[in-house]
Every structure is written in C-alpha cells, then in structure tokens.
Antibody, heavy 119, light 111 residues
Framework: EVKLLESGGGLVQPGRSLRLSCETS????????MSWVRQAPGKGLEWVSF???????NYADSVTGRFTISRDNSKDTLYLQMNNLKVEDTALYYC?????????????WGQGILVTVSS | QSALTQPASVSGSPGQSITISCTGT?????????VSWYQHHPDKAPRLIIY???KRPSGVSHRFSGSKSGNTAFLTISGLQTEDEADYFC???????????FGGGTTLTVL
C-alpha cells in the first residue's frame, strides 16, 4: 500500500524558514518523480514544485528562488525547504507522487500539512 | 499562467448525470491531451479519477468519464451517488518549465 506522510508544518512568521518532509512507503521511491502541491484557504490547488527521479527540478513562479525541493532516496523521503516565507504561502501542502514519467498527473497524495505564515 | 476555469458548484440528484467543465487556453488544455481530474473529499487525500483526458485509473468507476473539445475539458459523472459529493479539480500540463496548472475546483452537491 502506497503511503505518503507529510510533516514539518506549523505557524511561522513572515521572512522565516520551514522545512517540510514527506515520508513514503509502498513503492520504489527512487524510480518516481514527486511534487508538492498546495491549497490556500478557500482556494484551488496550486502546483508548487517537481523533482524527477534523477533529481531534475521545476518550480512555480510564485516560489522560485525561495523554495527548494529535494529528495533522499536512501530514506524514501521528499523535502521542501521554504525560505523567506510570505503570508500568501499559507496553505495546506500536499506531497504527491507522479503517475508516470510525464509530469502531468498524480496517482497518490498525502493527507496534507498546514503551513501558516503570520506575524 | 492563470488557473483553469471551473464552475464553483454543480448539483444533481441521485441517478442523474452531471458535467463539469474546465476551460484553459491554447497553451495548456488545447495543446496537450494531458488533462487529469481529481476527486477531493474534505480531510482526505485527493484521488485521481481521470488522466490523459479520458482514461480511468484502475479501480475508478466507469461512471466517471472525461472528454475535451478545443480549450475545454469535461468531467461527466453518470448515475450520481451520494458518495460522489466532493470537490473536483482539473489539471493540465502546460510546458517543460511551469509543468502544470489546476482549476479552481468545483463543489458537487448530490441533492
């Protein structure tokens, strides 16, 4: 059974940093691309970042230069380092597994972890 | 890149069919057959129900179907059931830099 479990969220002041983790199990993590997707309160989903199985990365314009996605294949874990956080980064952050080698759909998602940026 | 446009809400009675639209542009929905749909119940993880416009993952009911015309994709749910009541999001591949964008989501109410 595929499982994705996010952690590391919480309340943080604007300008500070936070690192999210996503522990995975039930599939060969190193073989699969992964992403972070977020949902701000009352809003729709927003793709945030992507990392390929080989480590290539992509970012949404809204987080480029502030967020860094990474993975530790020895720990089957995905990370999102979030620096210089802004109020508009407040959202439920989901870790998601790509369905195939194409960066176009997700077949498994975590339950999400809440990040609140507020002074 | 603006989010894909979905109606905020739709409703239907048990047994009926409903269709949710997802409108993008010629740069996303219109350019690729890489539209996916997700069902999202509150406090649960989103679930992939349609990929590549009209394909169903294993385990997804045949009551869910997808289609596309020009820059608009559609999700049709036939034989509505009370458990179909949820939020539905569409998603499209965009390009090798931005990768993908989502719709704003549609809340389905089964009356």
């Amino acid at each position: 059974e595929v499982k994705l479990l996010e952690s590391g969220g919480g309340l943080v002041q604007p300008g500070r940093s936070l690192r999210l983790s996503c522990e995975t199990s039930g599939f060969i993590f190193s073989n699969h691309a992964m992403s972070w997707v977020r949902q701000a309160p009352g809003k729709g989903l927003e793709w945030v970042s992507f990392i390929g199985g080989g480590g290539s990365t992509n970012y949404a314009d809204s987080v480029t230069g502030r967020f860094t996605i990474s993975r530790d294949n020895s720990k089957d874990t995905l990370y999102l380092q979030m620096n210089n956080l802004k109020v508009e980064d407040t959202a439920l952050y989901y870790c998601a597994k790509l369905f195939s080698s194409r960066p176009s759909e997700f077949d498994y998602w975590g339950q999400g972890i809440l990040v609140t940026v507020s002074s | 890149q603006s989010a894909l446009t979905q109606p905020a809400s739709v409703s239907g009675s048990p047994g009926q069919s409903i269709t949710i639209s997802c409108t993008g542009t010629s740069s996303d929905v219109g350019s690729y057959n890489l539209v996916s749909w997700y069902q999202h119940h509150p406090d649960k993880a989103p679930r992939l129900i349609i990929y590549e416009v009209n394909k169903r993952p294993s385990g997804v009911s045949h009551r869910f179907s997808g289609s596309k015309s020009g820059n608009t994709a559609f999700l049709t749910i036939s034989g509505l059931q009370t458990e179909d009541e949820a939020d539905y999001f569409c998603c499209s591949y965009v390009n090798s830099r931005i990768l993908m964008i989502f719709g704003g989501g549609t809340t389905l109410t089964v009356l």
